[in-house]
């Protein structure tokens, strides 16, 4: 199993590391008042380009809604009209060819049903059109998968486990040789691809992997050995995209170090073998294995970008994949949606249907508002990647955070609302709600990913301290950034100059923008504490940085919310007065629990709470159980 343990800060803040590609020639950023700026790209010798995240920025007291207002709209009318249709002919395969129950009970996918998936194209949907794959964009994607995830959420990870970590690899790093020889193995050629880091020893600690690869003397071949655990697909890939350490030699120092190395591998290579699959509590069809390396020669060429690279290789890999994840599971709410109420609306008691009692109301209510902001969540992210945005890594780690915990909590309501009837297997609840539970733990663990979080975006919000206190050495020189900066940080202090949202949305959610810009302003305040009190001892205060990244999460999610409620009014949406309610529901919610999130990490008494936790897990690990004994055991 995956566990949250001591994390460097070092480790987690290389997640953020984002792909260098070339950006546009001016930007785009509104100001903590809202007023609009535009800064010219700097040259070559000048200052990075402006981060365009709307969290990065978050954390340094900025508001960019470059990535955020207005809401995304990235696909045209040629796009849209092939992801209509391929609409119809996805639900009918899930209506008439899968058997999502028969999957569950026999741990399988037959021949028939993985056929049609390849004849479908659902398998290779981002292998572009001339190398055999459909060739779709992240948004018809996610459509896609949506639909899947409404379903059989098993086979739809196992899909997702070939067509996007599977593949993604080769599409993202491989060269055009690479491309041309494997792209169409796993697309047209109906060949399986696996994603293959996790080992026995290391599980969110990526970096520590200890499978090595030793160059040749001939340096024709790498010798790959070691293990891998816990691989989707693992028993039916014959590629796999892997990780291994290998040793290089510091010219200058001579100094040998180990340098985690990405690889595709083939079955075919020889010495690559699977255990049995895994009989695990969900996903039960899709066929988990552990993965060993004996001696495998892997020809150079194979070797997935540059070495020493490979961190970045399987962190970029997860992270254009994340969005996938609540893709699926918003299939998932919509499904448990649709079954709670249709029981509420059917089912008598005390003479009455059960949706005319307020307690089923406001838990179907908050149902579907957890499921509209998870969807969009995942639309915001998605859009913003097929508009081009590299600055997405918080963001998609927000929504991968949201929706597996968002998906587990309507499921778990749809189950209570149907009572008996929702534990009985007949009501395919049961399955989901065990399909549902691992999706919390892997690719990226949500305790690891709230550390992710919180952690990056401190860093980055410490870079513009440190160049705060740099201008200061000599402020003349420096005029605009110590009176802009120094401004800004001295009226978050006393409450003044607050962010304002209103401009972005219509008159409607104004009260909605409110609450969100003020959660916002409280944040800020809140980082700017935290770093002041703490410094680089911030790392080890992980009760405080899990709530200061449940704050951004709720931030992020209510300002996405606004954005998409605001495009659905502003075109008039049939769905607008509901979508309207749902966000004044969302911002009023969200924002009560980032003032009592900031509450509890200034707060002395739940900080000397925490010390009574810390104490409390020590003794019980130390013991290896509980201290305490029965009340009516005798000593």
Request: glycine share 8%; hydrophobic share 40%; proline share 3%.
């Amino acid at each position: 199993m995956l566990h949250l343990r001591s994390f460097s800060a070092s480790f987690l803040i290389r997640w953020a590391q984002p792909n260098v590609v070339a950006v546009q020639k001016q930007r785009l950023f509104f100001t903590g008042s809202g007023n609009l700026a535009r800064v010219a790209t700097p040259t070559k010798d000048e200052r990075p380009p402006v981060n365009r995240s709307f969290l990065m920025n978050l954390f340094g007291g900025k508001l960019q809604t470059a990535e955020l207002f207005p809401y995304p709209e990235p696909l045209d009318d040629e796009q849209k009209e092939y992801a209509r249709a391929l609409v119809d002919p996805v639900h009918k395969f899930f209506t008439e060819v899968n058997d999502a129950v028969r999957n569950d009970d026999t741990s399988n996918v037959d021949k028939r049903t993985i056929d049609s998936l390849w004849d479908l194209g659902l398998l290779s949907v981002y292998v572009p059109p001339e190398l055999g794959g459909l060739g779709l964009c992240n948004v018809q994607s996610v459509l896609m998968a949506e639909i899947s995830g409404g379903y059989d959420l098993s086979l739809s990870l196992a899909i997702g486990a070939h067509k996007s970590i599977g593949t993604k690899g080769i599409l993202l790093f491989g060269t055009e040789q690479q491309k041309q020889k494997y792209l169409p193995m796993l697309s047209t050629g109906r060949v399986f691809g696996a994603f293959a880091l996790t080992e026995p020893g290391s599980g969110s600690d990526a970096a520590s992997i200890k499978s090595k690869a030793v160059l040749s003397p001939c340096g024709k071949h790498y010798t790959l050995n070691g293990s891998k655990l816990w691989i989707s697909g693992g028993g039916l890939a014959d590629i796999f995209t892997t990780f291994a350490q290998v040793e290089v030699t510091d010219e200058q120092t001579g100094e040998k170090r180990n340098k985690m190395t990405a690889f595709i591998v083939e079955r075919g290579f020889g010495g690559v073998t699977t255990g049995p699959p895994e009989d695990k509590m969900g996903l039960k069809c899709s066929v988990t294995n552990e993965l060993f390396f004996d001696d495998v020669k892997v020809p150079v060429e194979n070797q997935l970008g540059e070495i020493g690279g490979g961190f970045k290789i399987a962190v970029n890999i997860l992270n254009s994949g994340r969005y996938g994840l609540g893709a699926m599971l918003s299939g998932t709410m919509k499904t448990c949606i649709e079954k709670a109420a249709d029981h509420v609306s059917n089912r008598v008691q005390f003479k009455r249907k059960l949706i005319e009692f307020e307690n089923v109301q406001e838990k179907l209510a908050m149902m579907a508002t957890y499921h509209y902001v998870a969807q969009s969540l995942t639309y915001m992210v998605s859009g913003n990647m097929d508009q081009g945005s590299v600055d997405f890594h918080l963001e998609a780690a927000v929504s991968k955070v949201f929706c597996t915990e968002a998906t587990w909590y309507v499921c778990d309501e749809a189950i209570q609302l149907l009572g008996g009837n929702g534990f009985m297997k007949a009501s395919g609840l049961e399955r989901f709600l065990r399909d549902i539970r691992v999706f919390r733990i892997f690719e990226g663990a949500n305790d690891v990913l709230r550390m992710f979080i919180a952690l990056t975006g401190i860093q980055y919000a410490s870079k513009d301290l440190r160049e705060l206190q740099k201008a200061l050495k000599n402020p003349l020189g420096n005029l605009g950034l110590v009176l802009t900066e120094g401004s800004k940080r001295a009226g978050r202090t006393v409450g003044i100059g607050g962010t304002d949202l209103r401009s972005f949305v219509p008159a409607e959610l104004h009260e909605a923008a409110k609450q969100c810009a003020e959660s916002m302003d409280i944040f800020s305040k809140t980082v700017e504490s935290l770093m002041r009190t703490h410094g680089k001892a911030i790392t080890e205060r992980q009760f405080q940085l899990a709530r200061l990244a449940d704050c951004a999460i709720d931030v992020y999610s209510m300002a996405t919310v606004l954005s998409r409620s605001a495009r659905a009014i502003k075109t008039g949406l049939p769905s607008a007065e509901q979508e309207l309610l749902m966000t004044q529901i969302w911002c009023k919610e969200a924002s009560d629990r980032v003032h009592r999130n900031v509450n509890r990490i200034h707060s002395e008494s739940f900080t000397a709470n925490y010390q009574r936790m810390a104490t409390i897990a020590k003794t019980i690990s130390h013991r290896r159980g509980v201290l305490f004994t029965n009340p009516i055991e005798v000593d």
